[in-house]
């Protein structure tokens, strides 16, 4: 009797593995349909939002454009550098053409010619005054303190917006930047180096 069972389990296991396979098979062929299927809905319906990647679909430069920069003025930015004390500080050139909404990078140049390490930092200005609230900085190296050695020479970038809210009567705005060395920061000049043991 134990035979027949186990003859009657051995085939209800196969008929199960059978049916398993089956429905394995049909699941995969319906997922593998659902492409097709719902590309043919969505165009009977009028959502066809899969083929947007089969139109000719050219994007222009003109498409991509920043619509926040208004190009219908220019604004002159003019860069000044003052150093209080002996070093060099100076931007990489005297001014620039921008529109206001463009994203601008201006890089200032800085160089310790001293024989000693020091301490500085800037703090910028803004002329003329009614131009400081539209003349927005995403990267400065403004109001950051900095150590240099001796004939250290750096660059740093300022990156900004003028705002297009700016008043249309202002057609030049200056950032000037004071350069001067942190009180109570100085070095004393570099000792001459001993002998390592």
């Not at 394995?24 to 066809?48: K, S, W």
């Not at 209080?84 to 160089?111: C, I, N, Q």
């Not at 705002?163 to 009180?183: G, M, N, Q, W």
Request: hydrophobic fraction near 40%.
């Amino acid at each position: 009797m134990s035979g027949w069972m186990s003859k009657g389990l051995r085939r209800d296991n196969l008929r199960m593995v059978g049916k398993l396979v089956v429905v394995t098979a049909l699941m995969f062929g319906f997922g593998y349909a659902l492409v097709p299927l719902y590309r043919a809905v969505c165009t009977a319906l009028g959502i066809n939002v899969l083929s947007l990647s089969e139109r000719q679909h050219v994007v222009r430069k003109d498409d991509l454009k920043n619509t926040q920069i208004d190009t219908s003025r220019k604004i002159t930015v003019e860069f000044d550098a003052n150093a209080r004390g002996p070093w060099d500080f100076k931007p990489a050139v005297s001014h620039l053409e921008v529109h206001p909404g463009e994203l601008t990078t201006v890089m200032y140049e800085f160089r310790n010619v001293q024989s000693r390490t020091m301490s500085a930092q800037a703090i910028p200005s803004y002329a003329p005054k009614q131009a400081t609230a539209h003349f927005n900085k995403l990267e400065c190296f403004c109001f950051n303190e900095y150590t240099l050695a001796p004939g250290e020479r750096k660059q740093w970038p300022v990156v900004f917006v003028i705002d297009p809210k700016l008043p249309r009567d202002v057609k030049t705005i200056t950032l000037s930047y004071t350069f001067f060395e942190v009180a109570g920061k100085k070095q004393a000049a570099a000792a001459p180096a001993k002998g390592v043991l």
